[in-house]
């Protein structure tokens, strides 16, 4: 692990990543092709030697990184970075009861920020879909990776496929999206950019990337909130009761 950062000794509360040595990062690059990463501000320490990565394997199409961080609870917390496959339905079902499985210790506490590439399928406290369906009556050659056709039927209206979020945020354990916990205001996480011709996204703003948090840390949160500005993706900020 690293000693005391830049960031710290200028006090700035940036996001960044740092988690290991250079001489380390180095030989950790050279031997895998995909890459996932975790960013923390200075006032949370990594835990030394927490530090996993799962990549292209039979676990994840593209890759998972986790470590265990000291954020002033008396437990180290777990925090993942992951990214799933937006082009097979099924596998992208299949490796969310993967991700969950490194969640399976009833006191644990963290999380997973993650390009799920679906939408979440998680309810807001009356039961309804907290996020409006992108792909209602829509007709798109891309829809065939998003939404559940029905065999048959050729001129059934497709249904968007849910599935990987519901498995997510059942009880007990799961991971739940705390925006839909509080049921905040909708911000959305993707599809607001153009391409290079200038053409926008195919299916306008909604939200692939989400945050899901263990039911510890989503019973005890108190304000979740989307920033932009990083890229084309999102930073979320979670606001916890004082313990």
Not at 49 to 65: I, K, M, P, T
Not at 84 to 97: G, V
Not at 132 to 160: C, N, S
Request: glycine letters at 8%.
């Amino acid at each position: 692990m690293n000693g005391p950062r830049d960031s710290q000794r200028r006090g700035d509360d940036k996001p960044h990543v740092e988690f290991v040595s250079a001489a380390l990062l180095a030989g950790f690059g050279a031997r895998r092709r995909s890459h996932v990463v975790l960013l923390w501000t200075p006032n949370v320490e990594p835990v030394p030697g927490s530090l996993r990565a799962y990549e292209s394997s039979n676990d994840f199409w593209h890759a998972l990184v986790m470590a265990g961080f000291h954020t002033g609870i008396p437990a180290p917390t777990r925090w993942c970075s992951y990214h799933t496959t937006p082009f097979r339905p099924e596998r992208r079902l299949q490796e969310p009861h993967r991700v969950l499985s490194l969640f399976q210790e009833p006191d644990v506490v963290g999380g997973v920020p993650a390009n799920w590439n679906s939408i979440s399928g998680d309810r807001r406290p009356d039961g309804s879909y907290y996020d409006p369906d992108p792909y209602l009556g829509r007709d798109h050659r891309k829809l065939r990776y998003q939404v559940i056709f029905d065999p048959k039927d050729a001129d059934a209206p497709k249904v968007t496929d849910w599935r990987a979020g519901e498995f997510l945020r059942r009880k007990p354990g799961g991971l739940h999206d705390p925006a839909a916990v509080l049921d905040t205001r909708w911000q959305w996480s993707c599809g607001h950019w153009v391409d290079a011709k200038g053409k926008p996204d195919d299916f306008g703003r909604r939200r692939i990337n989400t945050l899901r948090v263990t039911e510890n840390v989503a019973a005890t949160t108190r304000a979740h909130t989307t920033h932009y500005g990083l890229g084309v993706g999102a930073l979320y900020r979670l606001e916890a009761a004082a313990a």
